[in-house]
């Protein structure tokens, strides 16, 4: 069965503390994994990653995928209030148009 | 910028009610998407669309059906609403080129409560 496992379930970071957030996946063949940031309203876009070892970059917040251990990490570094919210990984496999989507990280920054 | 627009932030309906969630987005997106969202549980695939009057069942098809007679609206359609439906939905859309290439936008959600 298909399955996105997203890890920690939450976090409570100091602003300025850079965080690492977890994403590993299982899918029949693979074509591609996504980011997603949740704030109060409507998931917004971040990241697509379709291979290993390339990295991602947006201002503070960088991912990059292993495709040989099933897994992708988003870095958030500078840590500011703005950026708490519920990341949401979701990953896609070939010959379907399903999103998996993980539970999410939800993460808090305190001033 | 993409812009998908849901036609209610909140509803409240009752039990046994027909209820009807409505989604546009203003891109010429092919694919649509309707999820519900519970805490624990992420995002559940309810229904899809691929082409007007297509649509594919998600995971949790089961009381929900789902009309898409325009390309720009794709409409969830809870048949007799149950306590068990209180949920977020959410609507999304994507261009065709397969799922791989095309991130999927999101709607601000519509939280529905059924008492």
């Known amino acids: 069965e298909d399955k996105v496992v997203q890890s920690p379930l939450s976090l409570v970071v100091h602003e300025g503390d850079t965080v690492t957030l977890n994403c590993s996946y299982e899918?029949?063949?693979?074509?591609?994994l996504l980011w997603y940031k949740q704030e109060k309203k409507a998931p917004t876009f971040l990241f697509m990653l379709?291979?290993?070892?390339i990295e991602k970059k947006s201002g503070r917040l960088s991912s990059i995928l292993d495709k040989k251990e099933l897994f992708s990490i988003l870095n958030i570094t500078a840590t500011q209030t703005g950026d708490s919210a519920v990341y949401l990984c979701a990953v896609v496999g070939s010959g379907t148009y399903k999103y998996i989507f993980g539970t999410g990280t939800r993460l808090k920054v305190l001033a | 910028d993409v812009k998908v627009t849901q036609s209610s932030r909140y509803l409240v309906k009752r039990t046994g009610e027909k209820v009807f969630l409505e989604c546009v987005q203003d891109?010429?997106?092919?694919?649509m998407f309707w999820y519900r969202q519970d805490p624990g549980l992420g995002l559940r695939l309810i229904y899809f669309s691929y082409d007007v009057k297509m649509k594919e069942k998600g995971d949790i098809p089961e009381g929900y059906s789902v009309s898409r007679e325009k390309k720009e609206r794709f409409s969830l359609i809870l048949e007799s609403a149950s306590t068990n439906q209180t949920s977020m939905y959410l609507c999304?859309?994507?261009?065709?080129?397969?799922?791989?290439?095309?991130?999927?936008?999101f709607g601000d959600g519509t939280r529905l409560s059924i008492l």
């Open positions: 891109m010429d997106h092919e694919n």
């Open positions: 999304a859309s994507s261009l065709l080129g397969g799922p791989s290439n095309q991130p999927q936008h």
């Open positions: 379709t291979s290993s070892g």
């Open positions: 899918v029949t063949n693979f074509r591609s």
